[in-house]
């Protein structure tokens, strides 16, 4: 399964440039409208833009909610540059680049949209001195290079449209060296826990209509809590035993049929109707189990968080997005969430937003990305300096604050001040 380590992106809304080097779970830290949820959007439309027809990516191109009006970085191309390794013999790099639509009604006429930029090299992890190779270089709209065999350069013209990716016409070439390493990159998921959902949507039935026929739908968490019980016992359990150890009034949590279909269906018939699922929960005061849709919000999504962090990571999803992670859980408990969400992770990571100094206390500086005042109005998530974080500790120690107040109090200062920031923090050049 390919992994992500690295992750670039410019030119979406209020974003100049940021760089994540992804550790298994990565926080944005920021106030409120900084920023953090343009950061997932642009990751999500990124991954997205590849795998869509070359018709949806000419729209993409024209969405004008993500096309900057800051008048310091309007008209700057989006870029999407991403990082990481195939297997466990190659590595990869690959990006692309495009023109926002530009429509104006003034004398000059509307700019449709372009890809003018895309590359991608790979690298061994084996033998000598290993480094990245192109394969593939494009540095206009219509014409690209590849790397046609093992034995040839970078050199073998390949015409190509403006709403078209080099990688995606590639994928057709089966007799390419690389081509599984092109199909294993396409496949690269990246998915947003839509966290701030109302999470009855994701437990409660509801009556479906269509053109002839009206239903119940079961919530999709019980019916895949049940489906996980019954082929893998062992994660279920200790799913479960996480949630009653974050949600200690919870004694017990059961996925169980509450609509068995037993009607007789011919072998010929095209389908035939599901059972439907609920999830019961015995808790310590109660004398007898109710529905988990009783239950608070806050367990509710709880519950939802960690599952679909089960699932993600047992059906090879790259990166997850979660905002405002803090939401859930009492402040007391949240270091018992990082670690039963590290338990669950495997090779999938987690980045998520916070405006919670609390957080900061059970994260290496390595994995806070910390929005930094501009007096631009730009989006500018940094990384403090490892060699500057024992400094940085004894400047919050000598103000009597903790590591999270302090980095909020620089955060929440009216105007920049480059000096401390170019001082402490990576700058993006060096990222």
């Known amino acids: 399964m390919a992994s992500l380590n690295k992750i670039k992106i410019k030119g979406f809304g209020n974003i100049g440039e940021v760089n994540l080097n992804l550790q298994q779970i990565t926080a944005l830290l920021a106030p409120n409208n900084y920023g953090k949820s343009n950061v997932l959007e642009a990751l999500l439309f990124g991954l997205n833009f590849i795998q869509q027809t ?8 024209e969405f004008e909610p993500y096309i900057s009006v800051n008048k310091h970085i309007a008209g700057n191309p989006f870029v999407f540059e991403i990082e990481g390794s195939i297997d466990e013999n190659t590595d990869f790099q690959y990006g692309y680049s495009f023109e926002w639509r530009r429509n104006r009604n003034i004398h000059a006429a509307s700019v449709s949209g372009v890809i003018n930029g895309e590359f991608l090299r790979l690298k061994p992890k084996t033998g000598g001195k290993p480094k990245f190779s192109t394969v593939v270089n494009r540095a206009d709209s219509s014409v690209a290079k590849y790397t046609p065999s093992q034995t040839g350069r970078c050199d ?37 826990a839509d966290y701030l959902s109302d999470p009855r949507t994701f437990f409660a039935f509801r009556m479906v209509r269509d053109e002839k026929r009206k239903y119940l739908e079961g919530g999709p968490i019980a019916t895949y809590l049940f489906s996980l019980k019954k082929e893998d016992p062992d994660t279920f359990s200790l799913l479960i035993s996480a949630v009653t150890l974050l949600i200690p009034t919870i004694e017990s949590i059961e996925p169980v049929v509450v609509s068995s279909n037993n009607l007789q269906v011919d072998e010929d018939a095209p389908f035939e109707l599901s059972n439907q699922y609920d999830i019961v929960v015995k808790e310590k005061h109660n ?12 367990s509710m999504k709880l519950l939802y968080l960690l599952t679909t962090i089960v699932r993600a990571s047992r059906e090879g999803v790259q990166l997850l997005l ?18 039963v969400l590290k338990d669950f992770l495997g090779d999938t990571k987690l980045l998520f937003t916070s405006h919670s100094p609390n957080l900061v206390k059970y994260m290496s500086a390595s994995q806070l990305y ?3 005042p ?24 000598a103000g009597d604050m903790a590591l999270g107040e302090y980095l909020f109090k620089l955060m929440l200062e009216a105007e920049s001040d480059t000096d401390i920031i170019d001082h402490f923090f990576i700058s993006q050049k060096e990222a």
């Open 156 to 192: 073998k013209a390949l015409a190509i449209d403006g709403y078209d990716l080099v990688l995606n016409k590639l994928s057709n070439f089966d007799d390419l060296f690389y081509h599984q390493h092109i199909q294993s990159i396409r496949k690269i998921c990246i998915i947003d």
């Open 370 to 372: 910390v929005g930094l």
């Open 54 to 61: 070359p018709q949806l990516r000419q729209k993409m191109m």
């Open 374 to 397: 501009s007096d631009k109005g730009i989006a500018d998530f940094r990384t403090i300096k490892p060699s500057k974080v024992k400094s940085v500790l004894q400047i919050a120690g």
């Open 322 to 339: 979660v905002e405002e992670l803090e939401n859930s859980i009492h402040p007391s408990l949240l270091h018992s969430l990082l670690s």
């Open 287 to 298: 004398n007898q189990q109710t529905s988990f849709l009783y239950l608070s919000t806050g």
